[in-house]
Nanobody, 127 residues
Framework: QEHLVESGGGLVQPGGSLKLSCAAS????????IGWFRQAPGKEREGVSC????????VYSDSVKGRFTISRDNAKNTVYLEMDSLKPEDPALYSC????????????????????WGQGTQVTVSS
């Protein structure tokens, strides 16, 4: 059965770093764009970052640009989100998603329908 599994979340102090992983099981990610999303309690889900199938195109939301870095290792069937300079407004459940119809990150990537979602990994920022 195809699914995504996120890991790497946890508690970190403001200014700290975390590296999230999104691993695919039951299928290969090689040909798919991958999106990272986050949702905090009481807030709408936000598209954080997207990476194309070839890594040639990466997109970031304004709220994380310059602090987060998305990457992928197709040999490990995994996509990463490295988060630096974490702020008090970053805590949320972070999830990755993909869909077989997506190879690149269009301007509407955060609003598209994704067929595969992970269960999410919780990120907490607190001193």
């Amino acid at each position: 059965q195809e699914h995504l599994v996120e890991s790497g979340g946890g508690l970190v102090q403001p200014g700290g770093s975390l590296k999230l992983s999104c691993a695919a099981s039951g299928f290969t990610l090689d040909n798919y764009a991958i999106g990272w999303f986050r949702q905090a309690p009481g807030k709408e889900r936000e598209g954080v970052s997207c990476i194309s199938s070839t890594s040639s195109n990466t997109v970031y939301s304004d709220s994380v640009k310059g602090r987060f870095t998305i990457s992928r290792d197709n040999a490990k069937n995994t996509v990463y989100l490295e988060m630096d300079s974490l702020k008090p407004e970053d805590p949320a459940l972070y999830s990755c998603a993909t869909d077989p119809t997506l190879e690149d990150c269009s301007r509407t990537w955060a609003r598209m329908n994704y067929n595969y979602w992970g269960q999410g990994t919780q990120v907490t920022v607190s001193s």
